[in-house]
Antibody, heavy 120, light 110 residues
Framework: EVQLVESGGGLVQPGRSLRLSCAAS????????MHWVRQAPGEGLEWVSG????????GYADSVKGRFTVSRDNAKNSLYLQMNSLRAEDTALYYC?????????????WGQGTLVTVSS | QSALTQPPSASGSPGQSVTISCTGT?????????VSWYQQHPGKAPKLMIY???KRPSGVPDRFSGSKSGNTASLTVSGLQAEDEADYYC??????????FGGGTKLTVL
């Protein structure tokens, strides 16, 4: 059974940084691309970033490009999202998600999410 | 990276069929086969219902079906049941290692 457990969320001031982590289990982590998808309170889903199995292919939403960095450690079965220069509009539940393929397709299975609140 | 367009709401009575549309462009949904649909109940994580336009993951009832024509994809739920009431989101691969979601449709079972 695929298990994705996010951590690292919390309350942070605007302009500060935060690093999210996702611990994966139940599948061969380095066989799949991974993603971060967020959902602001009461809003829809927004794709944030994706990374292929070998990190050769990485993509970001325009809204986070230059501020967020995705990475993965296949030896630790872990996915990360470094979030810098945080803004109020980054407040959301951040989901870690597993792609169905080694490369980015966007078809994903989901974790339960970790909440990030950006506020002074 | 513009969001795909979905109607904000849809509804149907138990046993009826309802279709939700998802419109993109020829640069995203119209170009790629990686079109997916997700169901999200309140307070829960989304669940994959359809992938590659019309394929169902194991465990998803065959009451759920997907299709695509040009730049528009559709999700049809047949034989509506109370538990189908949820938010539904479409997504598509959009090229250059990017993905785009629709704004979501709230399905109400009357």
């Amino acid at each position: 059974e695929v298990q994705l457990v996010e951590s690292g969320g919390g309350l942070v001031q605007p302009g500060r940084s935060l690093r999210l982590s996702c611990a994966a289990s139940g599948f061969t982590f380095d066989d799949y691309a991974m993603h971060w998808v967020r959902q602001a309170p009461g809003e829809g889903l927004e794709w944030v970033s994706g990374i292929s199995w070998n990190t050769d292919n990485i993509g970001y939403a325009d809204s986070v490009k230059g501020r967020f960095t995705v990475s993965r450690d296949n030896a630790k079965n872990s996915l990360y999202l470094q979030m810098n220069s945080l803004r109020a509009e980054d407040t959301a539940l951040y989901y870690c998600a597993k792609d169905k393929a080694p490369h980015i397709t966007g078809t994903v299975d989901w974790g339960q999410g970790t909440l990030v609140t950006v506020s002074s | 990276q513009s969001a795909l367009t979905q109607p904000p709401s849809a509804s149907g009575s138990p046993g009826q069929s309802v279709t939700i549309s998802c419109t993109g462009t020829r640069s995203d949904l119209g170009r790629y086969k990686d079109v997916s649909w997700y169901q999200q109940h309140p307070g829960k994580a989304p669940k994959l219902m359809i992938y590659e336009v019309n394929k169902r993951p194991s465990g998803v009832p065959d009451r759920f079906s997907g299709s695509k024509s040009g730049n528009t994809a559709s999700l049809t739920v047949s034989g509506l049941q109370a538990e189908d009431e949820a938010d539904y989101y479409c997504s598509s691969y959009a090229g250059s290692n990017s993905v785009v979601f629709g704004g979501g449709t709230k399905l109400t079972v009357l």
